[in-house]
């Protein structure tokens, strides 16, 4: 309980500090969305109701169904020329429980966020990475994504509240002549995280 305590002072302390002075129109908060990605790490993901994730999350979102046994909650916050500049998804994995019931099993959240320079991106890059909180043994990697280049990847366990190995990809690319970045949350609580290189 004091971790927590502890991690949400010092998390909006932090926040507070590092908020992006120049936003697009369409674009949330950036300390409010590592305020949110806070408090998500901060729950067990396994058995994590959408409902509760709606009165966590800062933005306002919409839900669909998704194939195979999937429910994704997104928030489309600017939309230019066809191509989101700030948006985000969450993906849920949904199965049937041993009693028949539905479970629901947060698996990862995406950010795409975009901002008039690399300074800004920067800024709003640091300020999610605040919201999150990595054991000791995160390790630093690249990957490749088609189309994107290369890409940083963090990978580490979490131990509380629960056991998951989690893995942080942040990826740059431009889109309508503005600076984005894509940051992609995802944690599993059965396997290892997307491998680091």
């Known amino acids: ?36 990605l806070n408090a998500l790490q901060n729950r067990k993901w396994v058995n994590l109701s959408v409902e509760s994730v709606l009165e966590i999350w800062p933005s306002s979102l919409r839900g669909e169904t998704c194939e195979p046994h999937c429910i994704r909650l997104f928030s489309e916050g600017r939309i230019i020329r066809g191509a989101y500049e700030c948006a985000e998804s969450l993906h849920f994995d949904t199965s049937k429980a041993d009693g028949g019931t539905l479970q629901t099993r947060l698996e990862s959240v995406t950010i795409d966020y975009s901002t008039r ?15 999150l909180h990595m054991g000791d043994d995160a390790e630093e990697g690249y990957g490749v994504t088609t189309g994107l280049g290369r890409f940083r990847s963090i990978a580490w366990t979490d131990h509380e509240p629960e056991r998951r190995s989690c893995s942080l990809d942040l990826q740059h690319t431009r889109v309508n002549t503005r600076w984005l970045l894509i940051f992609g949350l995802s944690c599993d609580p059965d396997g290892r995280p997307p491998g680091v290189k």
Do not use: H, Y
């Not at 800004?120 to 605040?130: K, N, W």
């Open 1 to 36: 309980m004091l971790r927590l305590i502890g991690t949400c002072f010092g998390v909006s302390a932090c926040l507070l500090a590092q908020t992006a002075p120049n936003r697009l129109e369409g674009c949330p908060d950036p300390a409010k969305l590592a305020l949110g």
């Open 117 to 131: 320079t690399r300074k800004d991106r920067d800024a709003v890059e640091r300020t999610l990475i605040s919201g």
